[in-house]
């Protein structure tokens, strides 16, 4: 196996992933570890650091990380930069730990219509290594705990946008009582019938308040079997995330017929769902393009030998 | 102190409240206890009615309820009656318990314009308490956990729609990242600016998945205080019911101008900020709306003497 020239990691809220990246900025490996920075006690990230890299520690070679362990819970806080966001102001930004064990990549803020602030952490990267600088416009997607939608001229993140579905999904059937009739549906089961319905639903017109008062009520009616009301909840709330995604690109002078999208396997394929129902046409990105982002900025910052 | 000609009782999910009423339709006296059907182990209904009676328990008049005791949790399933529900049907749909100790109102369904199912138990007797039946259109407001905005003609309720505000409200807060920041706010504090400029973006259009995730943005960028974010998110909630109930009640012909609002004092409060802001007249109901319910559909019953 070649030599590795950078350590990439992503690094978040729950578990870090680490990335060996060739010198042509081939992946060469990863590895992974519960150690997100909600899960290092007492701030000890040298620590954290040393037992997610392994055997890979002695690696003479730069190492960079992007997520939550730029902000201030982090090990050092790597202040946001503002959209329009090009590839080498956040290389310019990046900030290195007191020790220079770790360059860390800041995240990036915006302003939505309304003046509200939007930040994110992590995604900025994934976005950066999912892009090419030769591209004019790309609109990507990118499902999760809090949602991302973004919109890349030029290899410039230029605006925005959150969703907090991921969440808002789990609390509202771990904690309401749309869980209280709700079974487990099948293990490794793949979305049916439930999720298709939720989605019909969420591709609509209406007000999440009320809808998803309607996993609980199809349930009591009989409309719904009890494995079902979980999927039925998930459909609902991303073709909602979906329908005002495009509101918003609209508004920023997309069309949203094409949106490439990043992302774990499960909800690439829930959103892929949603999305082609909605007559979007989806361009799945390969997955580890936080690693190829890394490596953008990476050589962006001179941290690695390459062009810039 | 006059003899009661009715025990009235409003029992719910978490607690009940017992009201005796005289025989011209006067309160005397109310009592409540926790003693909601989740709250009573073993289905021990009948003793726990004892309990919340109390020394009123020997008086010889008869005894109606509302609410989730006649749901398929409660002492008997009182089953729903659909809309268009006028009052006599209602009454003639009361069930007794197999002891006799209690007649229970049914509750009342509905479908909402996507053909979803819409159901209330409880606030159905708090709407007919709150209109007389020569009033021709009534919009009321009832905000609580899973609010209810309801239309009411002559006395029959001809559609109503539920939103889960206060549910959603509190899993946001208390169970997702948005309360990380938050810190509680004085106690007893009224609502200030935080719940005000909530509802300005509530009363605003846009996706709550999207918007519910400034009440972390705003604090981020420290323009919010901690103890703003869970009244920012409270009036963000209660701004998008007001907003989405009137797009409903147009749907169903009614401007929404003037709207009856019936809840706890501190609820009725902010819904009625939310809805002076919005240009709507609000009309207050006093409360004791449910044992007014209740008295009246005893009445039609035939359970105590009286104008049906």
Redesign the interface.
């Known amino acids: 196996m070649p030599d590795a020239a950078l350590l990439a990691i992503d690094w978040g809220t729950t578990s870090a992933r680490a990335y060996r990246v060739a010198a042509n900025g081939d992946i060469l490996d990863s590895r992974s570890a519960p150690l997100g920075i909600s899960q290092v006690a007492q701030a000890r990230f040298a620590e954290a650091l040393a037992s997610l890299l392994g055997d890979w520690r002695d690696a003479p070679v730069p190492r960079i990380a992007c997520g939550m362990i730029g902000s201030r819970q982090g090990w050092i806080e790597a202040p946001y930069n503002d959209c329009p966001a090009p590839l080498a102001d956040l290389a310019a930004g990046v900030v290195h730990t007191p020790d220079r064990e770790l360059a860390i990549v800041p995240g990036v803020?915006a302003r939505?219509a309304?003046g509200?602030?939007?930040?994110m952490r992590g995604e900025e990267t994934q976005i950066l290594g999912g892009v090419d600088d030769r591209e004019e416009r790309v609109l990507l997607a990118l499902p999760g705990t809090?949602s991302k939608w973004a919109l890349v001229e030029s290899g410039r993140i230029v605006q925005f946008?959150?969703?907090?579905?991921g969440?808002?999904w789990h609390?509202?059937i771990?904690?309401?009582?749309l869980g209280r009739l709700a079974a487990a549906p099948p293990a490794g089961a793949a979305p049916g019938a439930g999720f298709e319905r939720g989605l019909t639903?969420g591709l609509?017109a209406?007000?999440?308040?009320?809808?998803?008062?309607?996993a609980r009520?199809?349930a009591?009616?009989n409309?719904l079997a009890p494995e079902e009301v979980s999927d039925w909840l998930s459909g609902l709330?991303i073709g909602?995330?979906v329908r005002?995604a495009r509101?918003?690109a609209h508004r920023h002078g997309y069309d949203g017929a094409r949106v490439r999208l990043i992302g774990d396997e499960a909800l690439v394929a829930r959103y892929t769902d949603a999305m082609t129902r909605d007559g979007i046409s989806v361009i799945p990105v390969a997955s580890n393009a936080a690693a190829r982002g890394l490596w953008r900025i990476a050589r962006s910052a001179g941290l690695v030998a390459g062009r810039h």
Chains 1, 2 share one sequence.
């Open positions: 803020r939505d309304n509200m602030p939007v930040v809090h946008v959150t969703f907090m579905t969440e808002v609390v509202l771990t904690h309401t009582i639903r609509g209406g007000s999440i308040l009320h809808d998803a008062f309607s009520s199809l009591l009616m409309e709330l909602r995330e005002s509101v918003w």
